[in-house]
């Protein structure tokens, strides 16, 4: 078959569809996130050479979301903060690889099943150890590193613990699958069989059996679907591959772009298998990246960020303004552009309340219900959004609110070695505005230590009733204005 064929083979005719979903009918809601994705890596958001025509399309059904921020300039933390709707600093998921989820988190699929949803969690996992008998990096064998899936709410679980090659995860047979130390895990068994080719679609192949299941019961479902595209290793299988050497393509691209068509192939399928389930018009479909791509293609890499500074590891908007939309519909405006910023965090307290879920407690949510800005009835959030990373690549916190970026890496002479930047007429962060603005300056920097103290709080463990201790330290920052305290290491 020819490779061009083959992609458009996947494209669902898209029908109108005027049905309104009652405001009683509870929605499907999908969480579709790539891994290492850039901004200007999808045909929606302008590229024209990567082939994502079952994405553009979906897309244009619903909302593009021009300014969508991972939590996160890396993975596991935003992750994280996909199911807890939490900053990640107030758990101590500090970076990949480095922390775990506590099981006394308030997940979103357990907020689902609690009002009647079946609950499922395909591929990356990355938020702890998946299974007592994990044994790869970030803490494998360590019991005080576990986080597994079925703690957190969920029904149906297919994951593994990082990520894997793109293609042919566990060879050309699939038989290094019974001996890797990070295997795939489906519903706490290892799994030897179906790994063969595109690791997207090996994920899809276990999520279209779980909706058609919710569907034959008559429940609505939430499938969270973390693609290990296009994340290294990566690969891409011949006829992906064989499609951009025809567009001449430079070598070092074919698997980047190759894996994300074989990506969207697989959103396509869904679309196809919902459509012909009677689900389509009842389900909210969420698409993002975990963070920015991990590296640049002006730096001889292949990412893009739409010029926007710094990528994979940097808060500023390369690292963590990412390609996004939302469609849903009958509800959600076909063919629109929200340029409202919104983040990873927003998931939960929306999903919540399309659901008519509710946390058991009081305990800080960071995210805002964003569901009256999806459906066009306002076009500002109602709260900031903070930032924090600890890494080389300063700075390490940071604040979002209305057209504003600020960020600061708690320098003495504060506000002059702090950065404020409006994010909407200076999308590349070129123009540091401090000195123009310094009490636009001072007012974030006062809601950001605010915002961090909050989290050192919870850290130590005052959002939960049962006397959690943390498993180490909290990770302080150079230059900050108050002398950290450091809880005791967990011995138990």
Sequence with gaps: MNPMKLVLLTAVTVVQV???????EKPNIILMMTDDHGWGDVGFNGNEVIITPNLDRVCRQGARLHYFFAAAPVCSPTRGSVLTGRHYYRYGIWGANDGR????EYSIAQGLKD????????????????????????GGGNANRLAMPQWFGYDKH??????????????HDGSKGATTDNPYWEDGERVVERLVGDDTKIIMDRVLPFVEQAAKDGRPFLSIIWTHTPHSPLRAGPEYKKLYEEKGVPKRLLDYYGALTALDEQVGRLEKKLRELGEWENTMFWFCADNGPASHVLQGGHGKTDGMRGKKAHLFNGG???????????????????KTPMSTMDYLPTAFAVAGAKMPDERPIDGDNVLDIILGTKDRRPRPIPFRFSSNNAPGLGLLDGQFRYYTNFDSDAPKGDLLYNFVLDRSEQHNLIQQMPEVAMKMRKQALAFIDSCRSSYAGSDYPDGYQPIGKWKSMKNTPWEEPQPADNKK
Excluded: D, E
């Design 101 to 104: 989820l506590p099981r006394q």
């Design 18 to 24: 005027g049905h309104l979903v009652s405001a009683t």
């Design 320 to 338: 963590t303004c990412v390609p996004a939309f939302v469609c849903w519909p009958g509800r959600v405006k076909p063919g629109i552009t929200i």
């Design 158 to 171: 297919f994951v593994t613990h990082h990520a894997v090659s793109t293609w042919n995860p566990y060879g």
């Design 115 to 138: 009002v009647g949803y079946k609950t499922g969690h395909f591929g990356k996992w990355h938020v702890g150890s998946p299974h007592p008998s994990y044994r790869g990096k970030g």
